[in-house]
């Protein structure tokens, strides 16, 4: 591992200004080499569906390529020269949407399989340069019974939160009167930003990979990396390129049978569940609605099968506009949610563990994001373990992996991060245990726990190169304790991050809390590799 930070060919103002400014993608006119820009009318489509692309260009026409990206990938449509215009974007476009008019229109193939599509369009710049952008868009199974398949629910709330195209996010954003306000309400009507739906292979993930000497300021060289090639600050975060086509490539690979749909189908259409053994969720899947828990829930319980590799399920969100607005007010839910005023308030656009829900997140996957967050980011723990500590080793899920306890999980490829997931537990007999408050489903196993916390830094070292500091930390205080004192954030500061399996009603869960499992996948870690698919062997019958 490489002991020193990796040089982008920032100055330290640019790196800070990197970490702190709300840089983000917006159309212009007067773009000196000229512009390509586009999004569909939804997130996902049935076989048949038409689809209504928008675009908006500098360049009088654009060549059209999709392709289905899975482990290979398969051309399925191209066209050239269709004619395009320059279409005006209202400044709050995050929130309204681009309101741009279909530009192009085509009709998902009968025969195009479930799956991941990128389109790509392609133009001549003002100075005959090639001018380029990506947009993708998913193609849901058909119904019936799919004996031997895998379905993975892509992690589509959190590329939404994510996406700052236009300038705002679920972070940081140019709403208010100073303009520095995120947005509770974000729109699906504009393009993803770059970096979720394409990356180069050597583009850094958000977990350290330095060996930290002592008494050094914190840095994060993901934000660096896209300061200095003009990707979004946030494509590590979220989207399909960083995190769910990691597991979709690595299941092609390994010979599975994989569709894919998208969070709105587990809110509108939870049907699409209908006649799969498995499920999985990948990565950074942080946001939900309360009809996507009872979706799961229902599932679970009737005898569905579920593998969940992700972490940081935190927030309730709600829907709108037919899922074409997300709404989630977060850290301002209690002054400015409506529901606090006179609504249901068990659909408060909070974190899931608010005692006013009522709803924790262990409740449906056996943990929650408040009990573990950050691990091996900025000045989070970043000398902490790259792995899962494992604590059993004997269970099926190890089996064939040769690993011993207390051996890390993960650790060369670095699967344990940035944010996890965990519960209040105790040690007894050198094992651990949820505690009898944890919430924690009844007969759950913890296999594995890690170490976390919710304040960066401790002592007030290099506070002001921080990038949260305790602010987090100081939330969850307030959320579970009503107020942010000292006291309170010492009760929550500390977390964990777990994997963790359990039965419910006919069903079962096995949850490796942690946003970085795809790394392993990505990184082809045979230990990794060989879990993930004891787990798909099992849910499927081949075990």
């Not at 408060?348 to 967050?373: K, M, Q």
């Amino acid at each position: 591992m490489r002991t020193s930070y990796p040089d982008f060919g920032l100055t330290a103002d640019q790196r800070r200004r990197a970490v702190r400014d709300n840089y983000y993608e917006q159309p212009s006119l007067i773009s000196e080499v000229g512009e390509i820009w586009c999004y569909t009318d939804q997130i996902s489509y049935r076989a048949g569906d038409t689809v209504a692309l928008h675009v908006s260009s500098t360049a009088a026409q654009v060549d059209i390529l999709i392709v289905r990206d899975g482990c290979s990938e398969e051309r399925v449509f191209e066209k050239a020269g269709i004619a395009v215009e320059w279409q005006e974007t209202p400044t709050q476009c995050s929130v309204e949407g681009c309101g741009w008019k279909s530009s192009f229109e085509f009709t998902i193939g009968i025969d195009w399989p479930s799956g991941a599509y990128r389109v790509s369009l392609q133009a001549e710049g003002r100075h005959k340069n090639a001018i380029l952008c990506h947009h993708l868009f998913i193609v849901t199974p058909p119904p019936g019974k799919k004996p031997g398949r895998v379905l993975q629910i892509a992690a589509t709330g959190t590329w939404l939160a994510y996406n700052n195209w236009g300038g705002s996010n679920a972070y940081q954003g140019i709403l208010g009167p100073n303009r520095d306000e995120y947005a509770p309400v974000l729109s699906t009507q504009r393009p993803w930003c770059r970096g979720f739906v394409v990356l180069p292979n050597d583009a850094p993930r958000v977990p350290l990979e330095v060996a930290i000497p002592p008494m050094t300021a914190p840095r994060y060289p993901h934000v660096e990396w896209a300061y200095a090639t003009g990707h979004s600050r946030r494509y590590a975060a979220a989207g399909w390129a960083s995190h769910d086509s990691n597991f979709f490539r690595f299941a092609e690979r390994a010979g599975y049978e994989i569709d894919l749909a998208s969070q709105n189908e587990l809110h509108f259409s939870p049907e699409v569940l209908d006649g799969y053994d498995c499920v999985v969720f990948v990565g950074h899947d942080e946001y939900w609605t309360w009809e996507m828990r009872d979706a799961m829930d229902d599932y679970i319980t009737n005898g569905g099968h579920v593998a969940r590799f992700a972490g940081n399920f935190m927030w309730q969100t709600r829907l709108e506009d037919k899922g074409r607005r997300q709404v989630c007010y977060k850290y301002r839910a209690r002054a400015e949610d409506p529901v606090y005023r006179g609504g249901d308030v068990t659909r408060a656009t909070n974190s899931w563990e608010a005692p006013e829900i009522g709803r924790p997140g262990a409740a449906t996957f056996g943990l929650n994001a408040t009990n573990g967050i950050y691990a091996g980011y900025g000045g989070f723990a970043p000398r902490g373990v790259r792995g899962f500590p494992v604590y059993q080793p004997e269970h099926w899920a190890f089996a064939d992996t040769g690993i011993y306890y207390g051996d890390l999980l993960g650790a060369d490829s670095h699967v344990y991060g940035y944010e996890v997931d965990g519960l209040d537990y105790e040690i007894r007999g050198g094992l651990p245990y949820p505690t009898a408050t944890s919430g924690a489903p009844d007969g759950l196993q913890i296999l594995a726990v890690g170490m976390a916390t919710l304040v960066e830094g401790e002592a007030g070292i290099f506070t002001e190169d921080q990038v949260a500091g305790d602010e987090d930390g100081r939330f969850v205080a307030e959320l579970l304790y009503g107020e942010a004192t000292d006291a309170n954030l010492e009760k929550v500061k500390r977390g964990s991050g777990m994997i963790v399996n359990f039965s419910r009603g006919k069903g079962e869960v096995f949850h490796a809390g942690s946003c970085e499992w795809s790394a392993g996948l990505l990184r082809e870690d045979p230990m990794v590799e060989r879990v993930t698919k004891n787990v798909l062997d099992r849910y499927l019958g081949k075990m």
